[in-house]
Nanobody, 121 residues
Framework: QLQASGGGLVQPGGSLRLTCAVS????????IAWFRQAPGKGREVVSC????????YVADALKGRFSIDRDNVKKEGYLYLESLQEGDTAVYYC????????????????WGQGTQVTVSS
């Protein structure tokens, strides 16, 4: 079970930290990924982090503003959003899978409910 939180209303230029709390996994060896879906658009990959945290991917268009991390003791993943723009407004979903990292949505069997991020002045 995944629980995403931390979204909200923020002004352009602001920051947020999204948290993905993972429970029910018998192993801590799972990949965490973040996807987002803006109004009227398809869901797109944002970032993912390998089970050990050593491999991290951030979508090219978001590099320098977004970063990802995880705490395997707490079984939580984090997405740091900085210098937010109105174009970042979307529902952000966290997802998890065992095995190797992937950017393909269909490879993730476990999904959180999403957290809304709204960037507006």
């Amino acid at each position: 079970q995944l629980q995403a939180s931390g979204g909200g209303l923020v002004q352009p230029g602001g920051s947020l930290r999204l948290t993905c709390a993972v429970s029910g996994f018998k192993t801590q060896y799972f990949v965490i990924a973040w996807f987002r879906q803006a109004p009227g658009k398809g869901r797109e990959v944002v970032s993912c982090i390998s089970a050990e945290g050593g491999r991290r991917y951030v979508a090219d268009a978001l590099k320098g503003r977004f970063s990802i991390d995880r705490d395997n003791v707490k079984k939580e993943g984090y997405l740091y959003l900085e210098s937010l723009q109105e174009g970042d407004t979307a529902v952000y979903y966290c997802a998890a899978k065992t095995g190797v990292s992937s950017l393909v949505q269909s490879e993730y069997p476990y999904w959180g409910q999403g957290t809304q991020v709204t960037v507006s002045s």
